[in-house]
């Protein structure tokens, strides 16, 4: 069974950094995409950050120019380097990576808090 496990929330002040890390345990077979997500409270979830194996990497608007997604292949593992974090940033971070039959596997969260 595949399971995805994310670490690297906390708490964090305005203007600092922090390193989100996903990592897929079981079997995955191909891995089509990678993609980071957030979700704020009473907000719905969006999309921040997705990168594609066969090539592009795509940012939410608001995060262009401050957050960095990497992946490692090898390890089947995602992350996202956030800079310049702003209070806006907070919310409960997500994880998910589809294979090429388009199954999908979510990690549980994370959550950054980031005070002003």
């Known amino acids: 069974q595949v399971q995805l496990v994310e670490s690297g929330g906390g708490l964090v002040q305005a203007g600092g950094s922090l390193r989100l890390s996903c990592v897929a345990s079981?079997?995955?077979?191909?891995?089509?995409?990678m993609t980071w997500y957030r979700q704020a409270p009473g907000k719905q979830r969006e999309s921040v950050a997705t990168?594609?194996?066969?090539?592009?990497?795509y940012y939410e608007d608001s995060v262009k120019g401050r957050f960095t997604i990497s992946r490692d292949n090898v390890k089947n593992a995602v992350y996202l380097q956030m800079n310049s974090l702003k209070p806006e940033d907070t919310a409960v971070y997500y994880c998910?990576?589809?294979?090429?039959?388009?199954?999908?596997?979510w990690g549980q969260g994370t959550r950054v808090t980031v005070s002003s």
């Open positions: 079981g079997i995955i077979s191909s891995i089509y995409d």
């Open positions: 998910k990576m589809r294979d090429e039959q388009l199954h999908t596997y």
């Open positions: 990168t594609v194996t066969e090539g592009g990497t």
